[in-house]
């Protein structure tokens, strides 16, 4: 089939990539020429594991091609994916000025049936306004052309994006016309071979599930959270918790693990925007201001441990270890990342940081720039250097198996600020080393 995809940013791209490798003939278009100039050089704007060879192998094929050229890409597809953009606004509600142009140019131009397909994460109502600015544009142009608006949600996880797409756990699409939903499924029926994987519903319900699901989700990491943090007064060692209750398949393992927070481009966004959008027709949406406050003060915990252990003594002069800058493994993003709360609240202290991370120092270093009190160190062992303490802020692999005699060697106060709860308290304090989890039942926040 021939596809369109607007917006070759992070999901645009992984979902271009994924349909052109089943065979399907894919047009990007994005407005951002340098963009496409690297792409189409092979140079990818994103670390996502598999994603550049994928990208590189369909551009040879031909089954993906890259261009500024709107005209191009509204020629070129019958399906059109709308996959823009919706950063959250200054009240926190979902900006859909993208998501609207993008529609607007597929109207002003458009000059045959088409499918139009809502891949951003939008609030409920926003393909009924697409639905009459594409009328209102088609009605200018004096044009009668028969078009639908789909809501087709996605639910990839940066890090894992291509597995995600390549074998989704389920298609959402919302739509009420049939035609549409045949298109849709034709489109999907490589992915949905073992099983159908689509699921049909209606536009709003549709729109509305991709908020249910990230906000579900969230939910789950601030409760648990909370309970590390009670668990951490009342000497009680939450990851036994963890898997006390996980083993009820009415709980389950995922997304039970407490930490210093989440982060990410998704859910403090969406969180964020249900709650407003909430708001508007009236209703105080509790909980989800609640998940949002826990994460917030969540992204707190660490500098606090940090405090405490120095009996709320000032940190200046202090230099610390970070192994972790990225809001979860496998990927160089820290948007909205618990690492850039702390590292902030470490300088405000006049205290230095050596930090470490596999693939988003380069990020670091274009937020922060160049400054005295932050030195972006080779390997997770060069940070240790003559540091007074460590701080583990992301669970990247590498960090799972550390040599304690060298952190024992190495660090000054010989201390250890696990964000992730990565280790064994018995084991590292066997070490001769000083070990604060998250919710570990070692009530460091005593101290203060
Ligand atoms: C999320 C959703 O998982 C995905 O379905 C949606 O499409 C986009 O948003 P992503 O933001 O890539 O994906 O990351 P995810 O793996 O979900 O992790 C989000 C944050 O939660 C990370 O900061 C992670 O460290 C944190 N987290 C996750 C926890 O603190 N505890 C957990 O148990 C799980």
């Known amino acids: 089939m021939n596809v369109t995809v607007f917006g070759i940013g992070y999901v645009g791209l ?43 192998d369909n551009f040879k094929k031909e089954r993906l091609q890259f261009t500024t050229d709107a005209q191009t890409g509204v020629d070129h597809g019958e399906l059109q994916f709308i996959a823009v953009g919706t950063p959250p606004d200054e009240d926190g509600s979902a900006d859909l000025s993208y ?22 994460t939008v609030p409920v109502g926003t393909a009924d306004r697409v639905r009459s600015h594409i009328s209102d544009i088609l009605s200018m142009r004096g044009l009668d052309i028969s078009y639908d608006v789909v809501s087709n949600p996605e639910f990839l996880k940066e890090g894992s994006a291509l597995e995600d797409c390549m074998r989704p756990e389920r298609i959402i699409i919302g739509t009420d016309s049939e035609d549409a939903e045949f298109l849709m499924r034709e489109l999907y029926e490589p992915f949905s071979r073992n099983r159908d994987k689509v699921m049909i519903m209606d536009v709003r319900s549709a729109e509305f599930t991709k908020y249910a699901a990230n906000c579900m989700l969230a939910t789950k990491i601030s409760f ?21 209750i996980g083993s009820d398949s009415r709980i389950g393992y995922h997304f039970i693990y407490p930490g210093c927070g989440y982060g990410g481009s998704c859910f403090p966004k969406d969180v964020q925007a249900l709650e407003r959008s909430a708001r508007e027709i009236g209703y105080d949406a509790k909980i989800l201001k609640a998940v949002e406050e826990v994460n917030h003060s969540q992204k707190e ?3 606090h441990h940090v405090k405490s252990f120095y009996n709320g ?49 380069e990020e670091a270093q274009r937020i922060y720039g160049i400054r005295d009190d932050m030195v972006l160190m080779g390997t997770k062992e060069a940070a240790l250097h003559n540091a007074d303490g460590l701080i583990i802020v992301t669970e990247w692999k590498s960090f799972r198996v550390p040599d304690f005699e060298k952190m024992l060697e190495e660090l000054k106060d010989k201390v250890i600020f696990d964000g992730r709860n990565l280790y064994d308290p018995k084991r590292v304090e066997a070490h001769g080393l000083s070990y604060y989890g998250i919710g570990r039942g070692r009530s460091i926040i005593k101290k203060q």
């Open 301 to 303: 915990v660490l500098f």
């Open 99 to 120: 998501v609207l142009s993008v529609a607007g140019k597929i109207a002003s131009i458009m000059d045959s049936p088409k499918i139009i397909i809502n891949k951003s």
């Open 313 to 361: 003594k000032s940190l200046a002069g202090k230099t610390f270890a970070v192994w972790g800058l990225a809001f979860k493994p496998n990927t160089d993003d820290m948007r909205q990342a618990s690492s850039r709360v702390l590292l902030e609240a470490l300088w405000q202290e006049g205290a230095k940081v050596q930090a470490y991370d596999p693939e988003a120092m």
């Open 14 to 56: 992984v979902q271009a990539a994924v349909l052109a490798d089943v065979g399907h003939n894919v047009c990007c278009v994005d407005v951002d020429q340098k963009k496409i100039d690297d792409l189409k050089n092979g140079i990818i704007p994103i670390f996502e594991p598999g994603l550049t060879d994928l990208v590189v």
């Open 224 to 244: 648990m959270n909370e309970m590390a943090n009670l668990a951490e007064r009342l000497g009680v060692d939450i990851e036994e918790v963890r898997k006390g």
